[in-house]
């Protein structure tokens, strides 16, 4: 029997008619479809008046992590400017650095923002905590090169989406419980939160083709776990696990109705509010996995889109506490 669930958006169901959809990932059909995960990022750029370079970082283990760096052209350098560091989707597997650069490139024309986005290491190949570590290690970097990069140390913000947004809330744990860098705030976009792959929204979400269903993501997470038992699990792998979120940078948190992931996600704000911290949750009725990167014009996709920068202006307008 199907168990029942919210209907998708109506326009977004007219979209993904035409978009082949899968309700499995295998080592097979990874390989696959893992050189179709990224767009190119030049056609991006073009028309913006942006400065890129890329680097590499050493990660844990010396390996070279590369960083792409975007900074406005001909900006004001007088002035520190925000960052965003960029965390990229793809259930742990597949994409890099440029997969969803659309989203923060918006923050940078909005409101100068330098954008520093991350390859960290994908699984099978790579396991555990090594793609956690990877992003922290760059923010590492970020921190170290505020001055070298214009940016202001006090306003850099870790972003992400779907795998990319639980990485964003992993570094978001490991530099509250390291104590640095200091983190502006994490937006989490539909993030990938529980390896327990076992809330309502993930059971709605299964048997049956979508952008990420609960097969797709069970397969994904046995990828990055490999041989940990579950209790062997950190939190910074599986954020949903940590016992204590106080202390947080604040965070911004949205989700679809109509996806694996919104259970997960609205459990993460109840716990970061319940530990006295703050968080902004966003549930768009209809909206599936990934459906504003998807399908950015949508009406329900520019809405969440103009939501989360009005966010994000709101606060870098706002005094940093004393």
Known sequence: ???ARPSLDPELQGLLADMPLMSRLSPEVLAQVRPLSSMPVEPLLEGRAVDRRDVTVAGPDGTPIPLSVFSP???DRSAAAPCVYWMHGG???MGDRFSQIDIPLEWLDEFGA???SVDYRLAPESTGT???HDCYQGLLWIADHAAELGIDPARIIVAGASAGGGLAAGVALLARD???PAIAAQVLIGPMLDHRNTTTSSRQYANEPGVWTREMNGFGWRCLLGDLSDDEVPAYVSPALADDLAGLATAYIDTGSAEVFRDEDTEY??????AGGQAELHVWAG???GFDALYPQAPISATARRTRTDWLARLLSTPPAV
């Open 1 to 3: 029997m199907t168990t």
């Open 73 to 75: 052209a001909n900006s």
């Open 91 to 93: 259930g742990m597997v």
């Open 114 to 116: 330098v954008v520093v």
């Open 130 to 132: 090594v793609p956690v």
């Open 178 to 180: 390291l104590g640095a």
């Open 269 to 274: 704000a109840t716990r970061i509010w319940a």
């Open 287 to 289: 909206g599936c996995h």
